[in-house]
């Protein structure tokens, strides 16, 4: 059983396109998290939500839209592609807000061309 | 907010020896240390974790240290193996931002035979 489970796993898309990226976590944890990794393996936290609510909200461009429909789901949207947006997005999960102990989904590689 | 540094960027030991990558925080508030391995196209997994109340924890051929005063916290594998070889990031945590961890840059240890 995979615990945090992102799909697709990997996404080739134009520049100008709208795409979206699903995340599930079977762990029954409170929240979710989406992170970005560039091309350096820099990890970058985008957008965490608790309970279905937005606690996070980092410096990302308003293309970025994360929704989440229940605690066990957080997806992303992302609008009118960038070629500066190709990159690996993960999805985490955590017990709640106080617990530091993520889960990561195995990524989505995001490429724009 | 807060800022990781980790080195070095890469590190290559042979088989048998010991690997030992450090970070520092700037955040003196900072009380949550994870870190976690990447191998391959996978996500990130904690391997260890250690609070500010605590000076050293280790699991195994794992052991991470902290020095709160120093703002310093390093990673330590003794009698390394192939399957060590990964992508190793450490991360920090403030208090009173809701589990919000900021990576370290990555290290990528090679264990060569």
């Known amino acids: 059983d995979t615990a945090v489970s992102q799909t697709p796993k990997y996404l080739v898309t134009q520049m100008g396109n709208d795409k979206s990226i699903k995340c599930e976590q079977n762990?029954?944890?409170?929240?979710m998290y989406w992170y970005k990794q560039d091309s350096k393996k820099f990890l970058k936290i985008m957008f965490s939500?608790?309970?279905?609510?937005?606690?996070i909200n980092e410096t990302v461009p308003n293309r970025f839209s994360p929704k989440s429909p229940d605690k066990a789901h957080l997806n992303l949207h992302i609008n009118s592609l960038e070629l500066g947006d190709s990159a690996v997005y993960f999805c985490?999960?955590?017990?709640?807000?106080?617990?530091?102990?993520?889960?990561f989904g195995s990524g989505t590689r995001l490429t724009v061309v | 907010g807060e800022n990781v540094e980790q080195h070095p960027s890469t590190l290559s030991v042979q088989e048998g020896d010991s690997a030992v990558i450090k970070c520092t925080y700037s955040?003196?508030?900072?009380?949550?240390f994870p870190w976690y391995k990447q191998e391959l196209g996978k996500g990130p997994q904690l391997i260890i974790d250690i609070r500010s109340n605590v000076g050293e924890k280790k699991d195994q051929r794992i052991a991470v240290t902290l020095n709160k005063t120093a703002k310093h916290f390093s990673l330590h594998i003794t009698e390394t193996q192939p399957e060590d070889s990964a992508v190793y990031f450490c991360?920090?945590?403030?208090?009173?931002?809701?589990?919000?961890?900021?990576f370290g840059t990555g290290t990528r240890l090679q264990v060569t035979l």
């Open positions: 985490a999960s955590s017990q709640d807000v106080r617990s530091y102990g993520y889960t």
């Open positions: 991360a920090a945590s403030p208090t009173g931002t809701a589990s919000k961890l900021t």
């Open positions: 762990l029954g944890h409170d929240t």
């Open positions: 955040d003196s508030a900072s009380n949550y």
């Open positions: 939500y608790n309970n279905k609510e937005l606690i």
